[in-house]
């Protein structure tokens, strides 16, 4: 059902009702019918006062960002502004009593910034997250906001984007009043209630004094600037919202009104609010599986189990528990248990030292983890995962173990980075209920969760898995069953580019500092190195063995395998490390590749930034669509979500694939034909790059 809003009355008072599943956004109609009503009940003599109110699980999402999206790629034009809303609420001649359950977001707490008064369900949350969209508040949140919580409160809440809840929000002055009765009867009481006292309705834009110098310290602007320099890297709304909330100190109403107008429009139009708008979107998308009906059966989980209490094993158990969920623990010996559970425990005491979770939470989290040596437990639980070391022979002999214990219709799943589902599959009697969850370490933290089908693995298992990631506060994404899967399989070309790079010429920390300035999390080369150079040299075989001969090898970093230099854990591998992890450019290494180097007779030279950025990120968007092509991802923007949750892409870049469309398809693909030229068969682009680039299209078309 398309939305509405609607118009009731209780005597005197005015209702009016925004109902507009599922989160009540601003959809286009939706602000005009709320003006419309508004108006109609300011000039309605039986009318005193009007309350606003959302319907379902919350007062508004704020602007249907799908609209935004579209008025952005030019394919609509403006529609009823959200700025001339909440003028419209603030000038109405009678009091407007906006009340708030569930979220209040974006253009949704900028209308209720509008209203004359806020009251709020202790279900309140409130935030301007435009920033997460690339985008800044745009309805006046910037203005309205530091007048009624203080400069520095709305500076905060402008450039992070983070919500407060109901008790924060009525600390902060947001909201006036939380009630714990009915919504609507709450907000007629209170609409009475200011009838009753009597005067002009207080407008949010005349109220200055919370604007003066002496109520904030103006350095806070230049702080804040620091901040998001440091934690929103690269991007550009953070500090565009921070302008947009000082010049409310300094500007009149109006004039402020339109530089945020103007900024905003820059972030709308914006490649890095394209992007991350399609991040969004995307994120969403992904857990949505085609030809899997939208309400295929999930099994619930309720208990799960983990073989293995290695740190994968250990970060996976310590997610079920940070969802509730109690989850068995085995390991093979004391030893390995007992370490496996002090690693928990000293990762719980971290998160609480940081502020992260209480103690109280903490304590209660460990108590869902429960260790054991043998099966103990694992009869029970709903979702079994397999943790134990990357080798074929010992998981498949797990795998066997598992059938055995488990009950017929739980979820057996592997956490292997790029085995073959379907020879564990094979182990089972349940082939249809095996699968892969590839979590990436640290699994407690990295938020994404690639979902392996196998070839017998069951639409069930698949919805039950899904539901589960989403459970677990994970972005799902389902991908089909190959070598490394989606991610580890674009990532090994990607730094093979590297190795390669470095080998030509390039230091290593040039080749790094090129792709962090490109704004990935981390350089590929030290990306090895935490990982460990012991794990991408045993991953690189197995790649190496599909691969048709003649294809150039790597040299360098395999015979810094050979030297013990397995990275941060050895001490030494691309990089020295001293003894707080920190990394230093090395003259061994630079020696080494030199002379591996001669001997290969590659000759030496300089390389520009912006050939490491090309050279490694193409071979992302190469391989990606060999992926696509193979029907190993189910779309294009999976890959890039893959890359955003899991692999320290940048968010504001779309992701690989979005970033490909960006730069044009025709150009990526005629520099890759270069590449292929200079550098030989490795590049031969993906037959899909090729028809499409050909064709003129686009992955997304
Ligand atoms: C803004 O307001 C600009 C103004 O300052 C100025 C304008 C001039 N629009 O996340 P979920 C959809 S910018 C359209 O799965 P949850 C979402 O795509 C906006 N659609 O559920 C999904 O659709 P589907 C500022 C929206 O419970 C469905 O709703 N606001 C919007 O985990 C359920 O969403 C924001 O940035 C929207 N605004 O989380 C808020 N919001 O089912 C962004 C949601 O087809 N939204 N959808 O996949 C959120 O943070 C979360 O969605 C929310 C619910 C917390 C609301």
Redesign the pocket.
């Known amino acids: 059902m398309a939305g509405h809003v609607s118009l009731t009355r209780n005597k005197e008072i005015g209702i009016v009702t925004i109902d507009n599943p599922?989160?009540n956004?601003f959809s286009p109609g939706i602000p005009r019918s709320i003006a419309t009503s508004i108006e109609q009940l300011g000039a309605d003599p039986r009318t005193a006062a009007i309350v606003l109110i959302g319907a379902g699980r919350g007062f508004s999402?704020?602007?249907?960002?799908?609209e935004?999206q579209r008025i952005a790629s030019g394919h609509q034009p403006r529609a009823m502004?959200?700025?001339i809303l909440a003028r419209r609420i603030e000038d109405c001649p009678k009091p407007v009593v906006c009340a708030i359950h569930g979220?209040c977001?974006?253009?949704g707490l900028?209308i209720a910034l509008g209203a004359h008064y806020r009251i709020a369900a202790p279900s309140g949350s409130f935030a301007q997250?435009?920033v997460?969209?690339g985008?800044i508040?745009?309805?006046g949140?910037t203005q309205r906001l530091p007048r009624v919580a203080g400069v520095a409160r709305a500076l905060e809440m402008c450039w992070r984007g983070e919500p407060a809840g109901a008790e924060q929000a009525l600390a902060d002055g947001i909201v006036d009043r939380i009630v714990s009765n009915d919504l609507l009867t709450a907000a007629i009481a209170f609409a009475r209630e200011t009838l009753a006292r009597g005067g002009k309705p207080p407008r949010t834009r005349d109220r200055d004094e919370k604007l003066t110098p002496e109520r904030y310290d103006p350095a806070i602007f230049d702080a804040a600037r620091a901040a998001a320099r440091k934690s929103m890297r690269g991007q550009t709304a953070p500090l565009r919202a921070i302008e947009a909330v000082e010049a409310s100190t300094r500007l009149p109403f109006d004039e402020a009104m339109a530089l945020e107008t103007s900024l905003?429009e820059k972030c709308l139009y914006s490649e890095q609010g394209r992007a991350l708008i399609h991040v969004f979107?995307s994120e969403?998308?992904a857990a949505k599986v085609p030809g899997l009906a939208p309400d295929a059966p999930a099994l619930p989980v309720k208990q799960a189990a983990v073989a293995g209490a290695g740190t994968m094993g250990g970060g996976i158990a310590m997610t079920f528990a940070n969802a509730g969920i109690p989850v068995a623990l085995k390991e093979a010996t004391r030893d390995a248990l007992d370490r496996g559970v002090e690693r928990i425990r000293s990762n719980y005491a971290v998160s609480v030292k940081r502020g992260r979770f209480t103690q109280a939470f903490a304590d209660e989290r460990m108590e869902l983890i429960r260790p054991s040596l043998d099966y103990d437990g694992f009869a029970d639980a709903d979702v079994i995962v397999e943790a134990v070391f990357e080798d074929m022979e010992l998981k498949k002999g797990v795998f066997a173990e598992l059938d055995r214990v488990a009950k017929p219709d739980a979820l057996l799943a592997t956490n292997t980075s790029s085995l073959d589902i379907d020879s564990f599959a094979g182990q089972t009697s349940r082939a249809g209920m095996v699968l892969g969850l590839h979590f990436f370490s640290p699994a407690n933290v990295m938020r994404l969760l690639e979902i392996v089908r196998g070839a017998a693995t069951t639409p069930t298992a698949i919805a039950t898995a899904v539901a589960l990631a989403r459970k677990l506060n994970k972005v799902p994404v389902v991908v089909g069953n190959c070598l490394g899967f989606a991610g580890n399989r674009m990532f090994e070309p990607y730094r093979l580019e590297a190795q390669f790079l470095v080998e030509e010429g390039a230091a290593p920390e040039t080749v790094d500092r090129a792709l962090y300035d490109f704004g990935m999390a981390m350089g590929p080369l030290a990306t090895g190195d935490l990982v460990g150079l012991d794990v991408a040299w045993r991953i690189r075989r197995l790649f190496q063995e599909r691969e048709p001969p003649g294809f150039r090898k790597p040299l360098v970093e395999d015979r810094l395998y050979d030297l013990g230099r397995y990275g941060q854990k050895s001490g030494a591998g691309w990089y020295r490390y001293d003894e707080n992890r920190k990394p230093q450019p090395d003259a061994e290494v630079a020696a080494l590749t030199r002379q591996l180097a001669a001997a290969a007779g590659i000759p030496q030279r300089e390389i520009a930034p912006e050939e490491i950025v090309e050279r490694t990120i193409y071979a992302l968007v190469n391989e990606g669509a060999r992926i696509l092509g193979e029907g190993i991802a189910q779309r294009a923007a999976d890959l890039d979500i893959i890359y955003v949750a899991g692999f320290g892409f940048p968010a504001w870049r779309g992701g690989p694939i979005w970033y490909a469309g960006e730069v044009g398809l025709a150009k990526v693909y005629a520099r890759i034909r270069e590449f292929e030229r200079e550098h030989g068969p490795r590049w031969a682009p993906a037959p899909l790059l090729c028809q499409l680039a050909e064709q003129g299209r686009s992955f997304s078309e």
């Open positions: 599922p989160v956004a999402a704020g602007a249907d960002i799908e935004l502004d959200l700025r979220v977001l974006g253009g900028e997250p435009e997460k969209i985008l508040p745009g309805a949140g905003f979107f969403r998308n």
